[in-house]
C-alpha cells in the first residue's frame, strides 16, 4: 500500500482551498461577534460519559471511540460541537441569564453524511442560551442567514420545521412510552418521506387514534411555500402543542421575509440531523450541494443531562462543504522583492520589506536561482532600487516610493 493513501472520506486541504476556507472561518466568526457572540474552544476528545450523554443513537455511532492510555477509560473523538458547548454554558459558565456562544473547529465522523462528503468537517456553529422565546429563534436564523451572505453564498432556499408537531401526534395518543429505536425508525422514515415504511410503523402503534394515525401519514407530504402551513391546519390534529408549533413558524416566516437571495419554505417532516432537537428546526440548501448546507433549531433538553437544564437554539455548518458552494475569491494583490543579500543595500531592502508587512501587505522574496518560477500570490507589484531608495512599483507602471 502506497504511504501517500489517505483513508475514504479523508483528504488533505489544499493552498487555494485552505486560504479560502480559513477567509471564510474569519468573516462567519466575525459576523457571530457583531451579534454579540463569544468563542469558545471544546477539547476535541474528552469521556464518553459526557460526550454521548443524553445523545441519540444516530450520534454515538457517528463517534470514533477509544480508550485513554492515561486514565482507562473509554473517549471519544467529538462528532458534533453542540453537547460540548452545552456542557460548557451548564457546568463552567453556569451564568444566569443569557449566554452567546460560537465556536469552530474539527469534528470527526465514522461514516460519511453523504456520498460525497468528509469525514472530517470543519464546523461552525452559533447558539444563545437561556432565552425560550420566538426571539431567540429568530436571532439564530438572522444570524445563520447573515453568516451565508458574508459567505457570498449565491440565492438559496430557508425551509422550517417544528419537532413538537411529530411529538405532539406520538404523545397526545399513549406513545410516549414508545421505544428509542421505534421513534428514531418513524423519524427515519419521515425524514426520507418513505411512505411504505413509515405506514407499516404507524400500523404497529395501537395506541393511535385515527387523527394522529392520519396526521402522522400527511407529514411527508406537507412541504412547500406558506400554503402548507394553511394544509397542515387543517389535516393535523388540534392539538395545543402543533398550533403553537404552526403558529411560531408563521411569525418567524414573516419576520425573516424580504431577504434578498433567500426564499422560505416549510418541510413539517424534516426531522434530519442528530435527534436533540425539541422545537422549531430549520435547514438551508442551496443550487449544487446534495444536502443541506447548514442545519439548526431549538434543543432546551440538551444541557439537562450536565444537571443545568436551559432553552437553546443554534446552528451548524461545515466550511469545506461551503467552500463549494460560494464562489471562489480573488487572490490577495501581492509585492514581489528580491532577495536580500549581506551588503549595505540588504539591510535597506529588509527594513522597506518589514515596513509594507508592517503595513499588511504580502511581500514574496524572490529566492536566488527561482526568479521564473510560477507567481502563486497575484504580485501586481515589484520592489525596486533606484536612487539608492527602494520603491513599490506596478508591473509596467510608475514607481512611488515606500
Known sequence: MSAWLLPDHIADVLPSEARHIEELRRDLLDTARAYGYELVTPPLLEY??????GASQAL?????KLVDQLSGRSMGLRADTTPQVARIDAHLLNRRGVARLCYCGPVVHTRPASAHATREPMQFGAEIYGHAGVEADLEI???????LRSARLPAHTLDLADARIVSALLESEGAVSLEAEVKEAIHAALAAKDVPALSGLVRRLTGLSPAARQGLLSLPGLYGDAKVLDE???VLPALPAIAQALAGLRWLARS???RTGVSVGFDLADLRGYGYYSGMRFAVYAEGVSDALLRGGRYDEVGAVFGRKRPAV????????LVGAVPERALRAAIRAPWPGDDLVATELRA???RLRAQGETVVC??????SEVDEFHCDRELIESGGTWSVRAIASQPHTV
Open 314 to 321: 443554534g446552528f451548524s455548518l461545515d466550511l469545506k462543504t
Open 366 to 371: 524572490v529566492l536566488p536561482g527561482h526568479e
Open 48 to 53: 464518553l460519559t459526557s460526550l454521548l450523554s
Open 141 to 147: 436564523l438572522e444570524l445563520a442567514l447573515d453568516c
Open 60 to 64: 454515538n455511532l457517528q463517534t470514533f
Open 256 to 258: 425573516l421575509g424580504g
Open 232 to 234: 397542515a391546519a387543517r
Open 352 to 354: 522597506a520589506i518589514a
